[in-house]
């Protein structure tokens, strides 16, 4: 077991050249999460829209289970997607567990409902003022939603970050579906786990402080595109 | 259009009386006043006039088409007592009404121009100042190409400049044969706008004269009264 500053000056030299191990590591973190908060975007915006606009019977039940489903622990949820991916299960044939895939689908299923939840309450707040001009002007529901997503662009944008947060950062999913294979389906947060539990802390560390830079990036990206589309 | 013609108009809400036997009719394409005290119900019966609510007693028909009918509210326009900006560029804010009619983008500019805000053009609609936005979403309304215009207290929160500049828009439109009908607690205003004067207290309405005979002799006792007021 290395000292504590031992640690810091290893990470430093992984962090100082372009390690490709390293490198894989992030960019299918990247990947996978992207793809999936992006994923999750295209269905949860529109979604949650409707959600927010459209008044229907079961409107309060329907909302309370996507709440509900937003603090899903990621184990659960990858045990779920595990089942319906195995061999067995209904989706066994697609011979997606252990891949990118696989993982993809379970941040998407991690993510959709977080996406669609806060679209939900940001658009029905936004709709109460909304209503009586779009009513007047007499808007079909399609365009009402399309008109509230563009108007509530900037607070939405805070709602995808929030969603490709919690995907980038979750283990429990893509550990269970992805199996975290070396060169295959190795994520920066699983890969942590492992380095750590092996004993490797400044390949763990180094990951780390490569996610949170990641985060920082995103974040900044996100916040001064807001000021240039506000 | 025209003639509107409600019957023994009614509307409660929740066992809560709104509006009662409200009989009116409105004929010329002139500019009608309503006027009245606060919670009289001018922005419901507004409402119901402009289909938005259905009445739950009497009728409600514009040209004998039901003012609930899509048809019938497509012809018409509606600005609220607090409008609404949509997120986007003054321009942008126009180009929306236009395209949602099927109307050319060209006409963007002709409409900008009559509210006075060709060089805003760009600029955020909620970065307008208060008279600002009262114009664009009155020419935003005039932009659906309506046969009545609804406005609700349109410059209840202006300063007196801003207010003559919405007045100027209103009349114009009043002279494209555009009707007219505008809630306004404004006395002076309404002397200034009105052809005809809609008088409602506790619900219905009490009085429905010309212009000229309602400023001069009021014939309801609550008109008195609150012109009294004004005046004193
Ligand atoms: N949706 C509603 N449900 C119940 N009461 C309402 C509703 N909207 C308005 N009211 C009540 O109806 C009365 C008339 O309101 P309104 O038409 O807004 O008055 P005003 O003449 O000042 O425009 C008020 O007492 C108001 O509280
Ligand atoms: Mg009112």
Not at chain 1, 190 to 198: G, Q, V
Not at chain 2, 46 to 69: D, F, N, Q, V, Y
Not at chain 2, 77 to 102: C, G, H, W
Not at chain 2, 152 to 178: F, M, R, W
Request: with cysteine; hydrophobic share 45%.
């Amino acid at each position: 077991m290395s000292t504590f500053s031992q640690v810091f000056s290893e990470v430093g030299v992984l962090l100082s050249g372009p390690d490709p191990d390293l490198l894989e590591i992030v960019w299918l973190s990247l990947r996978v999460s992207l793809t999936a908060t992006l994923a999750a975007c295209a269905i949860g915006l529109p979604l949650g829209a409707l959600l927010g606009i459209k008044n229907f019977p079961g409107k309060t039940i329907v909302t309370v289970l996507i709440n509900t489903l937003m603090g899903m622990p990621p184990v659960v949820l990858g045990l779920i997607v595990y089942l319906m991916l195995s061999r067995s299960g209904p989706m066994g044939f697609l011979q997606l567990l252990y891949t990118p895939t696989a993982m993809i689908i379970a941040q998407f299923a991690l993510v959709l409902p977080i996406v669609t939840a806060l679209t939900r309450q940001q658009i029905e707040d936004n709709w109460s003022e909304y209503s009586d001009t779009m009513n007047s002007l007499c808007v079909p529901l399609t365009q009402c939603v399309r008109t509230l997503l563009w108007d509530s662009r900037i607070s939405l944008l805070t709602t995808g970050l929030a969603g490709f947060s919690r995907a980038i950062s979750e283990v429990g999913a893509v550990i269970i579906v992805g199996g975290n294979i070396d060169h295959l389906t190795r994520v920066m947060t699983t890969a942590i786990a492992l380095e750590t539990s092996k004993g490797d802390l400044p390949l763990a560390l180094a990951l780390g402080v490569v996610l949170l830079t990641i985060a920082l990036a995103v974040n900044t990206l996100v916040f001064s595109s807001r000021t240039r589309i506000a | 259009m025209l003639p509107l013609v409600t019957k023994q108009l009614g509307l409660s809400v929740d066992n809560k009386q709104l509006l009662h036997n409200i009989w009116l009719e409105l004929t010329d394409n002139h500019v009608t006043v309503i006027m009245g005290h606060n919670g009289a119900g001018k922005s419901i019966l507004l409402r119901c006039m402009h289909g938005l609510i259905e009445p739950t007693e009497g009728t409600i028909h514009w040209a004998g088409c039901k003012a609930s009918s899509i048809e019938t509210r497509k012809k018409q326009a509606m600005v609220f007592q607090k409008p609404l900006m949509l997120n986007r560029s003054t321009s942008a804010n126009i180009e929306y009404v236009l395209k949602l009619r099927d109307k050319s983008e060209s006409l963007t500019q002709k409409y900008l121009q009559s509210a006075g805000l060709e060089h805003k053009a760009d600029q955020p609609a909620r970065s307008l100042s208060g008279g600002e936005q009262q114009r664009l979403a009155i020419a935003r309304a005039l932009a659906c190409e309506p046969g009545v215009l609804f406005l609700d207290e349109p410059t209840a929160n202006l300063d007196p400049g801003a207010t003559l500049k919405v007045e100027s828009q209103v009349i114009s439109a009043s002279q494209q044969t555009i009707k007219i009908v505008l809630v306004t607690h404004d006395i002076a205003q309404a002397r200034r706008l009105a052809d005809d004067v809609v008088f409602m207290s506790d619900g219905t309405v009490t009085e429905h004269s010309s212009a000229k005979t309602f400023f001069s002799q009021p014939a309801s006792a609550e008109a008195t009264s609150f012109m009294s007021a004004y005046i004193r």
